[in-house]
């Protein structure tokens, strides 16, 4: 078992930073094996809406690592995706980051667990994660809860550690990822397999007039 932990700050050892490794420490105790990503200080373009990564399967989009870790999608059994607070939202580059690797890989990510973690220096937590957790529930992932929300609060890694409550929160979403992540493989050992999707049937809100 794998997990990815997408570190979506520009600062790669602050607060977020410092919020996946509490939860790496934990999933690694628990034999859970775990890889860090930083999506780093680059150029991180949004999505163009061009639909080539779908059509053709190839990215119209180059520069970034969007490509690389789609390649190795399937390595994951889990991803935990961190973002600082920006103006009550994820920060923007994470935002534009998470747009293209959810779009450009859906129907990949069925039965696979989920969870995000945020941090402010005071408020906006809430909206954050709210915001990011829409990219799992709508791409048939299961998505594990902490004994409060998966947030910190701080504006350095010190202020951080200071979070007792924050932290023990990281913990014990990693401890329920990592039970999550055994009981699936006990079930598929026991014959237990994924739901399996029906075909989409999409539909819009605007109707034609009879």
Not at 21 to 30: F, G, M, Q, T
Not at 165 to 193: F, P, S, V, Y
């Amino acid at each position: 078992m794998k997990v990815l932990l997408v570190n979506g700050s520009p600062h790669r050892e602050g607060c977020i930073f410092t919020d996946l490794s509490e939860i790496a420490h934990i999933l690694n105790e628990e034999g859970v094996e775990t890889e860090t990503h930083w999506i780093g200080t680059g150029d991180v373009k949004g999505c163009r809406g061009c639909g080539s990564c779908t059509s053709t399967g190839r990215w119209d989009i180059k520069g970034d690592d969007i490509e690389e870790l789609s390649a190795r999608l399937d390595e994951f059994d889990g991803f935990v995706f961190g973002a600082p607070v920006y103006y009550s939202g994820p920060a923007g580059q994470m935002n534009s980051w998470m747009d293209r690797f959810f779009y450009s890989n859906g129907g990949r990510f069925d039965g696979k667990v989920a969870a995000s973690v945020v941090n402010a220096r005071r408020g906006g937590n809430s909206e954050s994660f709210s915001r990011m957790n829409q990219y799992y529930l709508i791409n048939n992932m299961v998505v594990p809860g902490s004994q409060y929300w998966n947030m910190t609060h701080g504006f350095t890694p010190e202020d951080v550690r200071k979070d007792k409550e924050g932290l023990q929160t990281m913990r014990m979403l990693a401890h329920n990822i990592a039970w999550i992540l055994k009981c699936i493989d006990a079930g598929r050992k026991a014959g237990i397999e994924k739901p399996v999707r029906e075909p989409l049937t999409p539909t819009h809100f605007i109707m034609p007039k009879e």
